[in-house]
C-alpha cells in the first residue's frame, strides 16, 4: 500500500529510529510519544488494517515477542504497557496493525 504511513516507514521511504526488526515485525519510536518510552510494534506486511479485520493470528506471536525482547532489554522493570487501538473512536489514526509499547511512567488507568 503506496499511501500507508506505515507501509512507507517499511519501505525506508520515511526515516524512522529503528529499535528492533524480524522478518516479520518492524519497531520503532513513535514520533509523538505519549510516553517516555513509546514505541511502536507493526507488522512488515500490510496484513490488516487493525486487529478486527487481523485474519492469520501468527504475526502475534512476533510482534509480542519483539516487545517483551525490547522491553526486557531496555530494563522497563517499573512496568510497560501493550496496546493497540481499533478504529477512529478506539483512537486509531493509522490503520497499518499496530502496537503501542509504553513505559518511562505511571500509566494511568483507563488511559487517556
Not at 30 to 42: E, F, S
Request: proline share 5%.
Amino acid at each position: 500500500m503506496t499511501d500507508c504511513l506505515f507501509c512507507r516507514i517499511v519501505a525506508g521511504e520515511i526515516p524512522s529510529d529503528r529499535v528492533a526488526e524480524t522478518d516479520q515485525v518492524l519497531a520503532f519510536r513513535d514520533v509523538n510519544p505519549a510516553a517516555p518510552q513509546h514505541i511502536l510494534l507493526i507488522p512488515k506486511e500490510h496484513v490488516a488494517d487493525s486487529l478486527a479485520e487481523l485474519e492469520n493470528f501468527s504475526v502475534l506471536t512476533d510482534l509480542v515477542k519483539v516487545a517483551q525482547e525490547i522491553a526486557t532489554g531496555a530494563e522497563f522493570e517499573e512496568g510497560w504497557r501493550m496496546v493497540t487501538n481499533v478504529g477512529e473512536n478506539g483512537g486509531q489514526s493509522v490503520f497499518h496493525l499496530h502496537f503501542h509499547l509504553l513505559a518511562g511512567r505511571r500509566l494511568a488507568w483507563p488511559p487517556g
